[in-house]
């Protein structure tokens, strides 16, 4: 049965990477009928930030992908914070002791610093062990002393030497490291909590993790783990390691400070940080649909094998498989963002939102019916690229121009202007019918009757509506606006012209 993780530390808010993560192991499971779980790895306490883990699970509710198995949905194979399975780990980091894959280290943080001022490239492995202060060199009365004695130490793993391992994984293929080229991780520390190598490896295999999908960054880590897996006798997972999300200009991963940066998001949801209170922007809050960002993220390394590109959860979860999935970074578009949400957004059934849009129109101090509003949406959805362009997309529709656009007015006005617009004003406050194809018709009659060019009248009547060139149709504006304030902002307009 298909087992997937998806495994976050609780230090920092979720970057879109971490959410791309979650997306292809949601997807993945969905599509083999399997469970997605969460499990949060707070072993480093030290980085531990206070909201992190609610901060994960709101950001992931929002984007619709929810988990089977979790710290806040419970499960057969909990807890699922590491913190909670402490004696767990202290059983296997022995039995690696005892089995002599593994040792303890007793070198102080200072001493392993001198050492790196006088060489730069070292690293704790076959090569520098002997050399150093740990279980492999000491005498066996002198490590249970400095047990005894309560010395700061860490367990580390040890490599074997002269080993190809071997890496199966289902993106990448093949690959073969050597253990010479390898450290000596820490997998243990002295505070009695495991390093996420162990505690990872530990968790997956009772968890019963079937498929390990992670990011590219964890391919270093990846022969660790096999060992380890092999030490403690059991059987790994499939591996799977995804490609980094790229900054827009291809030049290395996207970081957590690109969007503040280059003006976008790269967080799903707004986070805020305890202790500077810094707010970071989220998609959520920008105005981006959920289905249009996980739609979005699913193409960041991802394709269909087809031409489709806009497609629900749904259609992402029959599609998905792991042989589309790319080897090289993909590069994070901006622009192709807003672009998916500006596809949902027109085709997207809008009703959710209908509460948040009347919100915005009542603290601009107008009102507005249900009716009027969809009526409204149906004109400028296509206008709108963010839920957060709406009043921006309809402000003329309630709010009188208090301020006009003179280059716009003075290239169209001419002597007869006043005139015409009176008697345009007069001819849409005598209709005694108010639909857009009637409005435009009985102004055209006007205009074609007259020899007046509708130029000249149009782009002022624009200017009247909204005080600028923006807007939908005028006939349109006209309608929504409704008679008496139409009426009223063409007399507004005259008046000014008068002046």
């Not at 949060?40 to 306490?45: A, C, S, V, Y």
Request: hydrophobic share 35%.
């Amino acid at each position: 049965m298909v087992r997937v993780r998806f495994a976050p530390s609780p230090t920092g808010p979720l970057h879109i990477g971490g959410v791309r993560t979650a997306l292809f192991n949601y997807l993945f499971a969905k599509k083999h009928n399997g469970t997605f779980i969460l499990r949060i790895e707070d072993t480093d306490r030290q980085r531990f930030v206070e909201g992190a883990e609610e901060y994960i699970i709101d950001s992931l509710n929002w984007c619709g992908l929810h988990f089977d198995e979790g710290p806040h949905v419970g499960g057969p194979y909990g807890p699922y914070r590491q913190s909670e399975r402490k004696d767990l780990y202290v059983q296997f980091a022995r039995q690696l002791l005892e089995n002599g894959h593994a040792y303890y280290a007793f070198d102080t943080p200072a001493e392993l610093e001198e050492i790196r001022k006088k060489n730069s490239n070292f690293q704790y492995d076959i090569s520098t062990r002997l050399s150093l202060t740990n279980s492999l060199t000491l005498s066996e009365e002198e490590v249970k002393h400095k047990l005894e004695a309560n010395l700061p130490y860490v367990i580390r793993i040890k490599i074997p030497e002269k080993r190809d391992i071997v890496v199966d994984d289902d993106i990448r293929g093949r690959v073969v490291f050597q253990s010479e080229l390898l450290d000596d991780k820490v997998i243990f520390k002295s505070d009695g909590l495991p390093t996420y190598h162990l505690a990872n490896i530990v968790d997956d295999h009772h968890m019963k993790i079937s498929h390990v999908i992670r990011g590219e960054e964890w391919l270093p880590s990846a022969p660790l783990h096999v060992l380890l897996y092999e030490f403690l006798g059991w059987e790994h997972p499939r591996f799977a390691h995804l490609p980094l999300i790229l900054k827009p200009q291809g030049n290395g991963k996207l970081s957590k400070r690109d969007g503040d940066k280059m003006g976008f998001p790269v967080f799903p949801c707004n986070w805020k940080d305890p202790e500077s209170g810094e707010i970071f922007n989220g998609y959520r809050e920008w105005g981006y649909l959920p289905e249009a960002f996980v739609n979005m993220l699913a193409f960041l390394g991802w394709n269909p094998g087809n031409d489709e590109e806009i497609m629900d959860t749904n259609r992402l979860i029959e599609l998905f498989s792991l042989d589309n999935v790319h080897k090289s970074g993909a590069k994070f578009d901006p622009e192709k963002t807003k672009w998916f949400n500006h596809q949902y957004l027109l085709h997207t059934d809008l009703t959710p939102y209908h509460s948040y849009f009347l919100t915005i129109i009542s603290e601009k101090g107008f009102a507005a019916t249900i009716e009027h509003l969809q009526a409204i949406l149906k004109k400028v959805r296509d206008r709108m690229f963010l839920l957060t362009d709406f009043w921006n997309s309809v402000f003329y529709f309630f709010e009188e121009p208090e301020h006009y656009n003179d280059e716009i007015i003075n290239k169209f006005k001419t002597e007869y202007s006043v005139q015409w617009l009176s008697n345009v004003a007069e001819i849409l406050q005598n209709s005694e019918t108010w639909t857009p194809e009637h409005i435009d018709q009985i102004i055209k009659e006007y205009l074609h009757a007259n020899e007046i060019p509708p130029g000249k009248v149009f782009n002022l009547l624009r200017v009247a509506y909204t005080g600028t060139n923006q807007g939908i149709g005028l006939a349109d504006i006209a309608y929504l606006t409704g008679k008496e304030s139409t009426v009223k902002r063409i007399q507004k307009l005259i008046s000014y012209m008068a002046d």
